[in-house]
Nanobody, 131 residues
Framework: QLQLVESGGGLVQPGGSLRLSCAAS????????IGWFRQAPGKEREGVSC????????HYADSVKGRFTISRNNGENMVYLQLNDLEPDDTAVYYC????????????????????????WGRGTQVTVSS
């Protein structure tokens, strides 16, 4: 069974950067679509980015497009989310999730990431953006 563990969160000033990591074990990551989600206090969990199993297709929410970059190293069973130019509204717990069947459509399509379609989740890592 696929297990995921996030790391790399922390406190950063506005305009700063962080690199989140998601380590997978128990199954091959190259057979799973990966999604990154976040949940701020008092708000619903929202999709941030997704990556197809090979990593060839990626997609982003409009709120993070141009600032966040998803990548993966399937050989090492790792997924990353690079967060640049961070804003206070980016403060949230960030989760990685995996699905063997969810389709991550490319940027020609509207970004839709449904949490219920992802069966494997990490426990999250806190990102706080504050001066």
């Amino acid at each position: 069974q696929l297990q995921l563990v996030e790391s790399g969160g922390g406190l950063v000033q506005p305009g700063g950067s962080l690199r989140l990591s998601c380590a997978a074990s128990g199954a091959r990551l190259d057979r799973h679509t990966i999604g990154w989600f976040r949940q701020a206090p008092g708000k619903e969990r929202e999709g941030v980015s997704c990556s197809s199993p090979s990593g060839a297709v990626t997609h982003y929410a409009d709120s993070v497009k141009g600032r966040f970059t998803i990548s993966r190293n399937n050989g090492e069973n790792m997924v990353y989310l690079q967060l640049n130019d961070l804003e206070p509204d980016d403060t949230a717990v960030y989760y990685c999730a995996a699905s063997p069947s969810y389709y991550c459509a490319g940027p020609l399509y509207p970004f839709v990431l449904v949490a219920a379609n992802f069966g494997a989740w990490g426990r999250g890592t806190q990102v706080t953006v504050s001066s």
